[in-house]
Structure formats: C-alpha cells, structure tokens
C-alpha cells in the first residue's frame, strides 16, 4: 500500500498559480485589481509598461466564508453518476451469481461446467465489447458537449439529436455481436480443448451444452453495451439501471422454472439468461431513439477509423486482461470438479464486489474527459484526486464487509461441505485485495478520460504477462493459493504502473499539469 500512499500524496496545490485562484469574491484574503479606465489607458498608450495598469493589493477577511467549487461538489458529482452505474455494474455479476446458485443445486460438476463457459464467453465476447462501450462512452461524450453548444446558440425547438458515434457504434455492435455468436456457437468444441478440458470429464458435455446457448445472447450483449456507452456519454446511468433491474429480475423469475419446474437443467439457466439479454437491449435502444437518431446517415468514416484505432489498442489491452483470469480458471479446472467449484465462487463473488468499484472508473472517465476536453485543468485534477478518494475508502468497506460475511455468503452457493471448504479458503483473497482492486478500477477510468489508451494497453500487456507466468509456476506447487495470489498480483502492478504514470506526468497527463486554464 506505499504505492497508494506516495500516488495520493500529489497534491493539486503543488502546481498552484495566480491562475488557479477562485474567480469568486468569497475568500479569505481578496485581492482587489484596480485598472486604469480605458480613457486613461489609450492617452498612456506609448507610456513605459509600470504606467499601463496600477495593481493595488488590499487584503481583507472575510468572516463569511463559503466553499468554492472543489472536492466536495466534485465528489457529489461524481456519486451522482457512480451510484447507478454500481448498481447497472452488479446486475451483470448478480445474474452469473443467480445461475451459480441455482445451478450449484443442480451437482458440482453443472456448477464447474458453468464456470467453465462463462471464462470462455466472457473470452471472446470481451474482447472487442469492453473496447466499443469505452471508445463509445468517450467520443459520445464529446460529441453532446459540442451539440450541446450549438443547441445553446440556436432554437431552443426540441428534436432527436444526430450524433454519428452513436450510430457507428450501434452498427459496429451488431456485427461484432453476430460474429461473436457464430463463433462460440461453432467453436465450442475447439474452446474446450482450448480451456484443457478433457473429453472423459463429466463437466465437458453440460459446459459444450451451456456455451451453445449463451452463444445466442452475444448479439444483444455487444448491442447493449454500445447504447450504454452512450448513455454515459450523455452522463446518463439511471436509464441503463433500470434496463439492466427488468432483465435480471425476468432472470431470476425464469431461473427457477426454466431448470427446475421444466426440468431443462444447465440448458434452462443459459436460456434464462440469453431472454433477458434480449429484454435488456431492447429497453435500451428504445429510450435512446427517444433523443437520438439511431441509423444516422451522417456514418462519418473518420469517426470509424477512429473506433478502429483506439478499438485497436484496447483490443489488446482487453486480451490481457481476460488471459490470467482464464488462465486461473483453466488451472482450476484442472484439479477437480470441486476445486473448480470452490474456485468458481470465490471468483463470482471476488468479481461481483469489485466491480461495484468500477461505477467510479465511470464517473471518473466521463467527468474528466469532459473537463480535459473543455481545457479545464484544475477541475480536471479535482476529479482526479476525488475519485481516487473515494475508490480508496470504497474498498476499504467492501474488504471489511467481506471479512465479516464471506462465510454466509458462500453457502448460498453450494451445500457441498468439500466446496464450501475450499472457497472459504479463499476468504483472504477475496476481502484483502478489495482496496488494490478499487484503485486499479479507478485508474482505467482516468485512462480513458484523458484518452491513454496507449500506456493502457502496453502497460496491461506487461502486467498480465508477469502475473499469467506467476501462475503457471506457482498453481502445480500451491494449487488455488498459487491461483489467487497471481490474480492478486495482476491486480497490485496495475495500481503500481498507474501510480508511476500518474507520477511521472507524462503523456496525456503532462498537459493536465503544465497547461494554462482556458480563458473565459
């Protein structure tokens, strides 16, 4: 944690100027310009530099002080956006944690053979649909704020704003979708093999079975995530929430009846969640056509060079993301239907509560983008230094709540008493490592908000190389506590090379500190 410590000891106060003053006059101590009037000014015209204008200081308290724009508006922003974003987040976890629980009454190898599919859908769908919602989030975002202008200069008559990003978004994410499908659906076989799951194991038919049908759903899901990222381009996550509640609600009403009721078992829980996929992108689509033209004949080929550049770097970046979790998952495997299992849990939870923490990223990369864009550096830095605030306390509370209940938690998943032991092994992995997590979240969140992507994905490439060979040398010696301390790893270099970026200053970064304000 020195790492946290030296990276939140910056200080925007270290790269205080005159510029950075409060444009208001409620301080402490006023400093009073007196210029000369324009007459005297123009008759002293060719006059010596000290004659052109007379500063006159005159300190004088204040003894009413009040709060000038900073953490405290800054931070009330920031959970304005971040608190519906959390709950947006969860829903996806809670549904993977509904299946889970449900299909752990199903045996230990259903349950395995779940976790199997899902690190494999989450493989391949990822891999270019956590690139589009961020690419998506930050070009919508500049594209309202411009539009915004224009509406402010023209009628005030309300109509569907035309924004090309959205559109080539959308129409990116319904042939990234289609594909995605087509090749889960077809190369489920070549997957398993992939994941070293050999054809003797009793969770290779029911995990081949559960890939199939969760193939239908990556359409939806791609689509889905486009619409989302233009909701927080518009710093709207209440509407996302409300699409994501109705499709996990329509999930847990199926669940149930679809595995157990109907008796279509692992096949059953895929097809509950594929429906409410479904559910999800539809609410989605139909509330942004409501202020946003959808198909837009404006599809600007620039624009989708650009998705394709950025897309590009954090293609990358996302595959070496999605390597030491898969990896985990394949070392896993291949002990045992119940270390996969308890494995299996201690991931679901370990993911469900720390990506609660990336509703701050969220916040972070749509206020900062907008700020770093508008040339308004001290509020940019504000949010920079508030949202990791707010991560570093996030995670802290989630690592005692965890503490206190991961044993209750986990036996909603399982009554297997030899499962139940090895996920509650992992208790120290699963709270300890909340607070790193929360910091690395909100580090991608700053990336993107200043447009990194560069640093971002090299600086993931090196991170997941090092852990995924952490873990290959340590899971034959030390089985899931080789496991889990690689994942930890993974995650505590990615806050050392955030905090070293930040440090440093370089890059992007570099104009957040050295640049003057914009002038008004």
């Not at 009454?105 to 649909?129: M, Q, Y």
């Not at 996550?237 to 595995?259: E, F, R, S």
């Not at 270099?493 to 890059?507: C, S």
Request: charged share 15%.
């Amino acid at each position: 944690m020195a790492a946290v410590a030296t990276f939140l000891s910056f200080s925007p106060l270290r790269s205080f100027q005159l510029r950075d003053l409060p444009r208001n006059h409620n301080q402490s101590i006023r400093r009073r310009i007196h210029l000369k009037s324009p007459a005297v000014a123009a008759s002293s015209k060719n006059s010596s530099s000290q004659n052109i204008q007379n500063i006159v200081e005159s300190p004088e308290p204040d003894h009413d002080p009040k709060p000038e724009h900073g953490i405290g508006t800054i931070g009330m922003e920031i959970m304005s956006i971040a608190l519906p974003a959390a709950l947006a987040l969860a829903a996806d976890p809670i549904t993977s944690l509904v299946d889970t629980a449900f299909v752990g009454h199903i045996g230990s190898a259903e349950l395995a053979a779940v976790g199997v599919s899902v690190s494999v859908f989450n493989l391949v769908s990822k891999l270019f649909n956590v690139p589009l919602l961020n690419v998506t989030t930050s070009f919508v975002a500049e594209e309202q704020a411009i539009a915004a202008k224009d509406d402010d200069k023209d009628s005030t008559e309300t109509r569907k704003k035309v924004l090309p990003s959205v559109s080539t978004s959308l129409v990116l994410a319904a042939g990234v979708g289609i594909a995605e499908a087509i090749a889960l659906s077809l190369g489920s076989d070549y997957l398993m093999d992939i994941m070293a799951i050999p054809f003797d194991s009793p969770m290779r038919v029911p995990a081949e079975q559960f890939l199939r049908l969760r193939a239908y759903g990556a359409p939806p899901i791609v689509v889905a995530l486009a619409a989302q990222g233009a909701f927080r381009g518009f710093k709207d996550t209440t509407t996302p929430l409300y699409a994501v509640v109705a499709g996990n609600v329509l999930n847990a009403i199926l669940d149930p009846i679809l595995i157990f009721v109907l008796g279509f078992g692992i096949s059953g829980a895929a097809a509950a969640t594929v429906i409410s996929e479904y559910l999800i992108a539809f609410i989605l689509l139909w509330k942004l056509n409501e202020n946003v033209v959808l198909l837009s004949p404006q599809i600007q080929v620039g624009r989708a060079n650009q998705y394709l550049k950025s897309g590009g770097l954090l293609i990358g970046r996302t595959v070496a993301l999605l390597v030491p979790f898969t990896l985990a998952t394949s070392l896993a495997a291949q002990k045992g239907p119940t270390q996969m299992a308890g494995h299996q849990i201690c991931l679901e939870i370990w993911l469900a509560v720390s990506l609660l923490t990336d509703a701050l990223a969220i916040a972070a990369q749509s206020l900062l983008a907008t700020s770093f864009s508008q040339g308004e550096y001290k509020q940019a830095r504000e949010i920079l230094f508030g949202v990791l605030q707010v991560g570093l306390a996030t995670g802290t509370g989630l690592a005692a709540v965890l503490f206190i209940g991961f044993e209750p938690f986990s036996s909603l998943f399982t009554t297997d008493s030899d499962v139940l032991k090895i996920a509650l092994s992992g208790t120290l992995f699963v709270a300890g490592s909340q607070p790193v997590n929360a910091i690395a979240f909100v580090l991608d969140g700053l990336y993107y908000g200043v447009s990194d992507f560069g640093f971002a994905a090299y600086s993931m490439v090196i991170v997941g190389f090092i852990s995924s060979l952490f873990m290959l040398l340590a899971a034959p010696t030390y089985g899931l506590a080789g496991i889990w301390t690689g994942l930890f790893l993974f995650m505590a270099l990615r806050l050392v090379a955030g905090a070293w970026r930040l440090g440093t200053r370089t890059g992007p970064w570099k104009m957040l500190w050295s640049a003057p304000e914009k002038q008004e």
